[in-house]
């Protein structure tokens, strides 16, 4: 049976579940009571569609048009649907536009290009350039270089197999010779190395598994969201999670033709916003999907003179080992130039040979006569400065690719003459060359690089690398700004009031590094640095099995922030860690014994004995690490927005990086009585009983204590109906004599305490009084 299609309305709180094989649709439907007791309006579900089987996540997909039948299939969603549409819920789809899996086995449209080349009615879908490898498809699958991995290629009727791996072989060549076999098809099976430098698709980011979809194609935005607007146009779905538009040739097209397709129902994509970039106002979105929420919430606990004394420290701990300075830009330039190098060579390859060809053909003079050579470091030098993801049109080049930036650029060259193919470059982004098709695809492809460069530079590389306070190295973040003060706490909120009330917030994803209460554990060393300096004092002995005081010194706040836990699961995230710096090893060029002795060093150091010290301080600490989670959770769950509970995280949750934060979890979870659910169930169930306290009408008015202490309450109203209150840096407060005389003077009226309702409030009130038994109030008008 079809639910009755619902309005296209904002939702009032989503709740993201991490559908897998292990978590299918019919795990979520049992676990639907339970989620609608919470009080939220809607199931967040991670991706739908068929993907590459075992998938635990989904973002691999092979085929738009179907369900996937390893999570119940089109039935099993549509009587999901059903079950949550009986307990008043409705359904978010996080949706994947960007790329599909290169797995031609199971991907029938890329098994059709591989098979009849560009002439393939499917050629249209896949970013491929034709005109790069003499005209085939680069497939970097083989284990080692061609000759030594020959034997391992099997014709099989009119398929080649090469382990499990499969490939289509053009029509009539079956019988021919391995080499002139190879030579006959439109592809090119070769060593996995040679992506690097010789790739010749878009892919995601790095990751040549997964390859870029022209969505920009009419027809190809039709048949891929086919089936996803027939579950919106029957009811089945109602909202939508767009998952990394800045890979997208031109997401402000997309997304409109998108929210045209839908209706207009509301969607939230998957946008990082650097610090001071704001959402393009022209896209027709609710807005983003929350980590530009999360940056300020984690800043707002997060004391500012703390950071500066940790940093400092970490310095010393640090410094002596190259690229360890603890100077956050020069980290990220220094990472973009390894990326550029070593992951995304081939993409500035093919963005050199775009500006060759414009500079080549130009009937203005001045472009003519650019080495190649010139032009890939023009290209480089331009993009390693990038402050944001990427540009949207020529006018966003130019304020993005800045002259100060070319100026930087030219410096890179000894010859003034060489140094103008930066002005040449930079000339092309911005439009003034010419806007022709070859023209636009050198600024939709430098836009590409860019988004991928900022991504594998920033969040996978310089994150791992610059790690004095590991929780403001968080998706969104700028660890360069790890705090900030109210005042700009309360201007974003009033912000986004204003300009976007219907996005969406997030403190903990599928893709934070650390879940939201591993952040606010470790915000409180910011509090202490020196009480943390001297704990690493105690359980560090200088070359006793430390790989390197990076590691050590990110390991040390690892397990604090986490507390007693597996020790694979703190080996996981820390291998990880070491991978993604990429300073010792990395994922394309492992080193063992390096990645031995972090093992090794994990095992008798953090999740040894030492590390029960390290427990021991986070013990003594825990009234005010309470105070955080307690904090964050309050202020996520009533700023302006739409706030996404990521599963598990109404309890206290601590997760590391995926595949950690990925797991299922049990529904209902244990431990009903914990402060953070009934903190969680009262604001989500104030959100639904005054949904016009929260909505697109509603107002955000910062509230200012008074007295000795009210820098460290910061509260909040919402449309007069809603008070918010937390206690900000509760161990400076209790380090000063607490709260003594300081009052929070409230809005008109008798206000109920939603957390306690036997209390009552009305105009001037003590926090001390406020404050008490929890560190947080939430309070409702009742009079």
């Given at each position: ?6 309005d ?27 989620l609608?007791?919470?009080g939220?309006?809607?199931l ?6 068929e993907?590459v ?15 996937r ?5 089109e039935d ?7 079950t949550a ?6 359904l ?8 599909m899996?290169m ?6 449209a890329?098994?059709?290009v591989l098979r009849?080349?560009?002439?393939s ?5 896949f970013d ?6 003499d005209?085939?498809?680069?497939v970097?699958?083989?284990?080692r ?11 099989d ?11 289509p072989?053009?029509?009539?060549t079956?019988?021919?010779?391995l080499?002139q076999l190879?030579?006959?098809?439109w592809?090119r099976?070769?060593?996995w ?8 698709y ?6 040549s598994?997964?390859?870029?979809v022209?969505v920009e ?6 048949a891929?969201h086919?089936?996803i607007?027939q579950l919106?146009?029957e009811?089945?779905v ?10 997208l040739?031109?997401?402000?097209a997309?997304?409109r033709?998108?929210?045209e397709?839908?209706?207009?129902r ?12 704001h ?7 609710a807005?983003t999907?929350?980590?530009?929420a ?15 004394e940790?940093?400092?420290q ?5 410094a002596?080992q190259?690229d360890?300075?603890g100077?956050?830009?020069a980290?990220?330039r220094r990472?973009?130039y390894r990326v550029?190098e ?5 993409e500035v390859?093919?963005?050199t ?8 053909a130009?009937?203005d003079?001045?472009l ?5 050579w ?5 290209l480089r030098?331009l993009?390693?400065?990038m ?5 949207y049109t020529?006018?966003?080049?130019a304020?993005?690719v800045t002259?100060e930036a070319?100026?930087?650029a ?7 003459e060489?140094?103008?193919a930066?002005?040449v470059?930079?000339?092309l ?6 806007d022709g ?7 939709t492809?430098f836009?590409q690089t860019a ?5 594998k ?8 690398r ?12 700028d ?5 900030l ?14 300009d976007?009330?219907g ?6 994803t599928?893709d ?5 209460d591993?952040r ?5 060393l910011?509090?202490c640095?020196?009480r ?7 359980v560090?002995?200088t070359?006793e ?5 990076q590691?050590?010194w ?6 604090f922030?986490?507390g007693?836990?597996d020790?694979?699961?703190?080996r996981?995230a ?8 990429g ?6 060029e492992q ?14 150091g ?5 590390g ?7 013990a003594a600490?825990e009234?005010?690490i ?6 964050t959770?309050l202020?996520?769950?009533t700023?302006p ?6 599963q598990?995280?109404?309890?206290e949750?601590?997760t ?8 299922p979890?049990?529904f209902p979870?244990?431990?009903p009585?914990a402060a953070k ?22 107002t955000?008015v910062?509230?200012?204590a ?11 109203a919402r ?14 407060l209790a ?5 003594r005389d300081?009052?929070l003077t409230?809005p008109?009226g008798?206000?109920?305490d939603v957390?306690a309702p ?5 105009g ?19 009079g």
């Amino acid at each position: 049976m079809t639910p009755e299609r619902p309005d296209p309305a904002v939702p009032t709180a989503t709740y993201r579940l991490q559908l897998q094989p292990e978590f299918p649709f019919g795990a979520a439907a049992a676990a639907v009571p339970y989620l609608a007791s919470l009080g939220v309006s809607h199931l967040h579900l991670s991706p739908v569609l068929e993907a590459v089987p075992g998938s635990p996540h989904g973002y691999d997909v092979v085929d738009h048009a179907r369900v996937r039948a390893e999570l119940g299939g089109e039935d099993g969603l549509r009587a999901l649907a059903a079950t949550a549409r009986e307990h008043g819920l409705g359904l978010v789809l996080d949706i994947v536009p960007n790329h599909m899996a290169m797995a031609p086995r199971h991907n029938h449209a890329l098994w059709e290009v591989l098979r009849e080349g560009p002439e393939s009615p499917y050629a249209r879908w896949f970013d491929i350039d034709w005109a790069a490898q003499d005209g085939k498809v680069l497939v970097p699958v083989l284990g080692r270089p061609l000759g030594a991995e020959a034997d391992h290629l099997v014709v099989d009727g009119d398929v080649l197999r090469y382990h499990d791996h499969a490939f289509p072989l053009r029509e009539g060549t079956r019988e021919l010779p391995l080499p002139q076999l190879l030579d006959a098809q439109w592809y090119r099976p070769v060593w996995w190395r040679l992506a690097r430098t010789e790739l010749n698709y878009r892919r995601f980011f790095s990751i040549s598994e997964l390859i870029g979809v022209r969505v920009e194609d009419p027809e190809v935005f039709e048949a891929t969201h086919a089936k996803i607007l027939q579950l919106l146009d029957e009811g089945v779905v109602d909202g939508l999670r767009v998952d990394h538009p800045d890979g997208l040739a031109d997401p402000g097209a997309y997304l409109r033709r998108l929210h045209e397709a839908t209706g207009g129902r509301w969607t939230v994509v998957e946008k990082i916003l650097a610090d001071g970039e704001h959402l393009p106002a022209s896209w027709p979105v609710a807005g983003t999907t929350g980590y530009d929420a999360l940056r300020h919430v984690d800043a707002l606990f997060t004391d500012p003179a703390g950071a500066g004394e940790l940093l400092g420290q970490y310095r010393r701990f640090a410094a002596p080992q190259t690229d360890r300075g603890g100077h956050w830009e020069a980290t990220v330039r220094r990472a973009a130039y390894r990326v550029l190098e070593h992951e995304l060579s081939a993409e500035v390859d093919r963005l050199t040979r775009a500006a060759g060809r414009l500079c080549a053909a130009s009937p203005d003079l001045a472009l003519r006569d650019r080495a190649p050579w010139a032009l890939h470091t023009a290209l480089r030098e331009l993009l390693v400065r990038m402050e944001v993801y990427r540009p949207y049109t020529p006018g966003d080049a130019a304020d993005v690719v800045t002259e100060e930036a070319a100026a930087e650029a030219r410096a890179a060259f000894a010859v003034p003459e060489e140094a103008g193919a930066v002005d040449v470059v930079r000339g092309l982004l911005l439009g003034r060359h010419g806007d022709g098709p070859g023209h636009v695809e050198l600024r939709t492809r430098f836009a590409q690089t860019a988004s991928a460069l900022r991504a594998k530079s920033v969040e996978d590389t310089a994150f791992y690398r610059y790690v004095p306070l590991l929780s403001a190295t968080e998706v969104g973040g700028d660890p360069a700004i790890p705090a900030l003060p109210p005042e700009d706490f309360h201007a974003y909120c009033t912000r986004v009031q204003r300009d976007w009330p219907g996005t969406g917030t997030a403190v903990s994803t599928h893709d934070t590094k650390r879940s939201a209460d591993v952040r606010a554990a470790l915000a409180v060393l910011t509090q202490c640095p020196r009480r943390w300096a001297d704990t690493l004092a105690e359980v560090t002995r200088t070359g006793e099995g430390v790989p390197d005081a990076q590691l050590a010194w990110a390991a040390w706040q690892t397990v604090f922030g986490l507390g007693p836990a597996d020790p694979e699961r703190v080996r996981g995230a820390l291998l990880k860690h070491v991978r993604e710096a990429g300073l010792y090893t990395s994922w394309t060029e492992q080193e063992p014994p390096y990645e031995e002795a972090v093992e090794a060093f994990v095992d008798a150091g953090p999740c040894g004995v030492p590390g029960e010290r390290v427990h021991a301080l986070r013990a003594a600490l825990e009234p005010h690490i309470g105070a955080n989670v307690l904090g964050t959770a309050l202020v996520h769950l009533t700023m302006p927005g739409v706030p996404d509970l990521y599963q598990g995280t109404e309890d206290e949750y601590r997760t590391l990086v995926d595949p950690d934060n990925r797991r299922p979890v049990a529904f209902p979870p244990p431990d009903p009585g914990a402060a953070k659910r009934a903190v969680t169930r009262a604001a989500l169930a104030l959100r639904g009983r005054r949904p016009a306290a929260f909505g697109d009408a509603a107002t955000y008015v910062p509230l200012a204590a008074e007295g000795p202490a009210a820098a460290h309450c910061v509260a909040y109203a919402r449309s007069g109906e809603v008070v918010a209150a937390v206690t900000r840096l509760s161990l400076r407060l209790a380090e000063a004599g607490g709260w003594r005389d300081t009052w929070l003077t409230l809005p008109e009226g008798r206000w109920a305490d939603v957390l306690a309702p036997a209390r009552e409030f009305t105009g001037q009130t003590r926090a001390e009084e406020l404050f008490t038994p929890l560190p947080v109030a939430l309070l409702e008008r009742v009079g």
